[in-house]
């Protein structure tokens, strides 16, 4: 295909741009991509705010939470046709690096660079290209492959799918079970989708973060409690609603069986030590700009459990979403045309925002 197309390029802090370019061309084992919505991670914020240590590559165009239809297909492509509505991430590992060799492929060194929106260009371009769907190297259903979307699932929801897979992913690594109290530190949408996938486990939810309409909007999506560091030191307020139980080094411990970190302020890993019971567990699914202080006695005392999770069940977050188990609406607060993508920047840094859309097919 053809002709030119506009995109939002990133070229540093602070620093991003509306542009004219080519059209992609596409290889005879590619597919062309039209993209309808993009929305802005978290992971492309810290990029915007910090600068260009947190990018992949140089003059990225972000966008790997999308909508999409097939534009165009290579000679050699079979699964997909022209007007299909798709997502995926392309993201295909080497098959020759230490972790690949040790099948340990979700760690594979050269993941990155083929990334959709970080390492390769993605949705916040008009067009896009999405290489090698078919490769015989993807790791799971929904790396390196395309999802074809059904029709109970709306442009805008698969637009927000990605996150809520993230969230359900931290949910799964922690272990989350019916009758647990749960706190979720951080109200994005990513946090938010933690919070209503350990409801949907059964367990009593509690959630931290400073903006008020984000806390409002984890209340609509069902949390039990909502807490704002605004308000009070963070431990206090959440002991305040759970049980302080003490432990022999002090009285610093409630009965929260999980801390899941979604927010990743400086004191957040310090906050979520606190909290955690005596042989509870910590998992952090944050992104974090700047070194965290905390206490190591508490390690050392209370052995919590401490896992990462950068796991994302997609598959599982589509079918939530479509039956009701998950509700994405509520974290819709506006849909803009691609020559005010400023204002989705702005709101969701600021935390005005839980996810502003960008409609790429209107100015």
Known sequence: MNGKMKAIVYYGKNDVRLEEMDIPEIGPRDVLLKSKYASLCGSDIHAVRKGPQWAKAEHQIFGHEYAATVAEVGSEVTKYKIGDRVFGVNMAFCGECYYCKHHDFAHCIG????????????????????????????????LNSLMVIPDELTDEQCAMMEPFGVGLGAVEKAGVKEGDTVVVMGAGIIGISAAQWCKAKGAKTIVVSRGRHRLETAEKCGADHVISTLDGDCYDQVAAVTKETGWYWGKETTTVDVVIDCAGYPGSFNDALKIVKPGGCICLAALYEELSMANPQYIANKEPKIIGSTDNNLIDAMKGIMDGTVNVEPLLDAIVGINDFQQAFERQMNGSACKVLIDMTKS
């Open 111 to 142: 993941i990155g660079k083929h990334y959709t929106g970080q390492g390769i260009p993605g949705a916040f371009a008009q067009y896009f290209k999405f290489s090698d769907p078919e490769n015989e190297h993807a790791f799971a259903p929904y």
